[in-house]
Structure formats: C-alpha cells, structure tokens
C-alpha cells in the first residue's frame, strides 16, 4: 500500500470509498463530499496549529471558568467567508476526577444567536459516557452561510457537587465573539474552542488532491494513468479505487465477507434495535455507547480510556447489511 500512495490515507477511507469500484458510473455526492475535508475553520486562542484546551491548562496557558446548575457557560462565535457547513465544535470541559463526578451531566446546545432563538443541536454527556481524553468534539454536522455566527451553551443537571470546570483565555483574544457566563456577556473572556467547517466544494481540485495522493507510474495504476493522461479525473478515481480494492483483498487482515458467509449479526442488531453498542472486551462487558446521530468519533469506552473504533463499527455494519440487505445496517 505505500508504495501505490505517496502521503499518508487513512486506510478506513480507502475502504469505505473503495466500495464505489464496483460500479461504471461517475463518482457521485458521497465521494465528492468525502473529498471536501473538513478544515479547522475557527479557533481560539488563535495559535496555528490549533491546540486543545485541557492542554494549553496543562501548559498554564489558559484557565478554569466553574459550570453549575446556576451558572451556565457559552461562547459566541463568527464562521469565516469560505465556510458552507459548520461541522465539528470541540471544548474544554475538564473530565478529570476532580472536576467531572458522578451524578453531574453536562449538555451541549447550539443555538443560532446568544439570545437563543432558535436550536440547532445538542446532547448531554453523563458521567459514564463522557471522554477520557483531552478536549470534547460535538458533530453538529449543519448547513452554514459564509460568514454566520452561532452561539454555544454548556448546562450542568445539578448532580455531584454541581461544579465542572471549562477552559478559557483571557484578554479578548478572539474578536470574533465572547464568552458568557451566567448569561452575561464577558467581553475580556473567550472560551477555548476550536470549530471546524467544511468549505465551498471545488469538485475539480478535490479530484487532482485525491489523485495527486497515488504513485500513477505504479504498475497496479497503469488504467489511472491512462484515464489521467487522458484528462478524465472521475474515471481516474474509479481506476484508483479498483486498484486499491483489488490490493487490499489480498490482505489476510481484512476481514471481507466471503461468498455464502453468514456473520453473526447479534451485536448490529443491538445497534438498530436499542441504540447501543456493546463492548466485547473482557475487562468491558456490558459497557455500552450511545449509537445516534450525535454520537462522535470520539468516544471512549465506560471506565476507560480506550476509543471505540468506528472504522471497526461501519465494517460490521456493512457484513451485516450485504449477509441480509437489512436497510436498518446501511
């Protein structure tokens, strides 16, 4: 595989994307949209790269702001001019034993203004289900004009000792917004927070990146080259990916499903039916993860610090929905 791509691919989005090789047709909206990455887009502080706030309290460049049942915590904040949809928030809130305890609960809100008038996402986090490392990323995953702020708001239950504690900088460091705390604008205090966007799509010069990533004088290339020598990008891609799936079937440790094959499906059909994902891991049983439309790439197991592997998730998903073309997998 390094030998056929020149930078480094995640191998999940090979597979994922590889799957679109069986087909004749034009990549369509699912590979564009996988090639129109995310970017950081919004951060403060505002230091390149972006640094996550749990560290920066690590390194004495930030400090706590207190969360309670009384005070809630929020930050305003403006998407730049080539933002078209506002796709991941990560903050500050500490999870550490001394901060996060149980019975305490925090929930997440984005709303379009401060002034609240309309919600466009949110999700609570127990303590059993919070993270174990570093800062914590919401999906929001919404439609954005270029240019348009947002406002997003941490509540606490009132469980535990009703304290938790977020990061923040002072100095008014980001001009495009401020925080609040207790509802009441702090215009020398922001947050730490880093928000990532997905910009105007440029179909043609996100088809020359994914390309530009593979070795065409590669042997196994030999029909990319070809469609590229003859300027068309989207048979490109397919050659690509044919090559690359036929490459990786090779592997042992690719666990493909073999013809007549009959996985066990027990543990996708939790997934469907109960909205949760149990572990399998000895020192795990019985722990599970909420499955929803706002569960993150970031998830951790229960009493752990170990990451759900998602790329391991869509794969069993995928085995089950080709063993019973069940549309509740796909």
């Given at each position: 595989?390094?030998?056929?791509?020149?930078?480094?691919?995640?191998?999940?989005?090979?597979?994922?994307?590889?799957?679109?090789?069986?087909?004749?047709?034009?990549?369509?909206?699912?590979?564009?949209?996988?090639?129109?990455?995310?970017?950081?887009?919004?951060?403060?502080?505002?230091?390149?790269?972006?640094?996550?706030?749990?560290?920066?309290?690590?390194?004495?460049?930030?400090?706590?702001?207190?969360?309670?049942?009384?005070?809630?915590?929020?930050?305003?904040?403006?998407?730049?001019?080539?933002?078209?949809?506002?796709?991941?928030?990560?903050?500050?809130?500490?999870?550490?034993?001394?901060?996060?305890?149980?019975?305490?609960?925090?929930?997440?809100?984005?709303?379009?203004?401060?002034?609240?008038?309309?919600?466009?996402?949110?999700?609570?986090?127990?303590?059993?289900?919070?993270?174990?490392?570093?800062?914590?990323?919401?999906?929001?995953?919404?439609?954005?004009?270029?240019?348009?702020?947002?406002?997003?708001?941490?509540?606490h239950n009132g469980g535990g000792d009703d304290r938790i504690?977020?990061?923040?900088?002072?100095?008014?460091?980001?001009p495009r917004g401020s925080a609040r705390i207790g509802g009441?604008?702090?215009?020398?205090?922001?947050?730490?927070?880093?928000?990532?966007?997905?910009?105007?799509?440029?179909?043609?010069?996100?088809?020359?990146?994914?390309?530009?990533?593979?070795?065409?004088?590669?042997?196994?290339?030999?029909?990319?080259?070809?469609?590229?020598?003859?300027?068309?990008?989207?048979r490109t891609c397919i050659e690509i990916l044919r090559a690359?799936?036929?490459?990786?079937?090779?592997?042992?440790?690719?666990?493909?499903?073999?013809?007549?094959?009959?996985?066990?499906?027990?543990?996708?059909?939790?997934?469907?039916?109960?909205?949760?994902?149990?572990?399998?891991?000895?020192?795990?049983?019985?722990?599970?993860?909420?499955?929803?439309?706002?569960?993150?790439?970031?998830?951790?197991?229960?009493?752990?610090?170990?990451?759900?592997?998602?790329?391991?998730?869509?794969?069993?998903?995928?085995?089950?929905?080709?063993?019973?073309?069940?549309?509740?997998?796909?």
């Amino acid at each position: 595989m390094r030998n056929l791509v020149r930078f480094a691919l995640p191998l999940g989005l090979l597979l994922c994307l590889a799957a679109a090789a069986s087909s004749d047709a034009a990549p369509g909206p699912v590979f564009d949209d996988a090639l129109n990455y995310a970017v950081v887009d919004q951060t403060c502080p505002p230091v390149d790269p972006a640094q996550e706030g749990l560290v920066l309290v690590a390194q004495g460049k930030a400090q706590w702001v207190q969360l309670s049942s009384k005070s809630p915590v929020g930050q305003s904040f403006t998407l730049s001019d080539r933002a078209r949809r506002l796709w991941r928030i990560f903050v500050g809130i500490s999870h550490w034993p001394d901060s996060w305890q149980e019975g305490e609960a925090v929930t997440f809100t984005l709303y379009d203004s401060p002034e609240k008038r309309t919600k466009l996402y949110s999700r609570t986090l127990d303590f059993d289900h919070k993270w174990s490392k570093w800062d914590t990323a919401f999906d929001v995953d919404i439609e954005a004009a270029p240019g348009q702020s947002f406002y997003f708001e941490l509540t606490h239950n009132g469980g535990g000792d009703d304290r938790i504690n977020v990061t923040a900088v002072s100095g008014n460091v980001y001009p495009r917004g401020s925080a609040r705390i207790g509802g009441v604008e702090q215009p020398d205090l922001d947050l730490t927070f880093t928000v990532t966007a997905k910009p105007q799509p440029d179909r043609e010069a996100n088809l020359r990146r994914f390309i530009g990533r593979f070795d065409l004088q590669h042997p196994l290339l030999e029909k990319a080259r070809q469609a590229c020598d003859e300027g068309d990008l989207d048979r490109t891609c397919i050659e690509i990916l044919r090559a690359v799936e036929a490459h990786l079937r090779k592997a042992d440790w690719i666990p493909w499903l073999k013809p007549g094959e009959k996985p066990d499906v027990s543990r996708m059909e939790k997934v469907v039916t109960e909205g949760r994902l149990y572990s399998t891991r000895e020192d795990g049983e019985g722990a599970w993860i909420e499955m929803s439309r706002q569960t993150t790439w970031r998830e951790v197991w229960p009493g752990s610090a170990s990451y759900v592997r998602h790329n391991d998730l869509f794969a069993d998903l995928g085995r089950a929905y080709a063993a019973t073309k069940d549309e509740r997998y796909a």
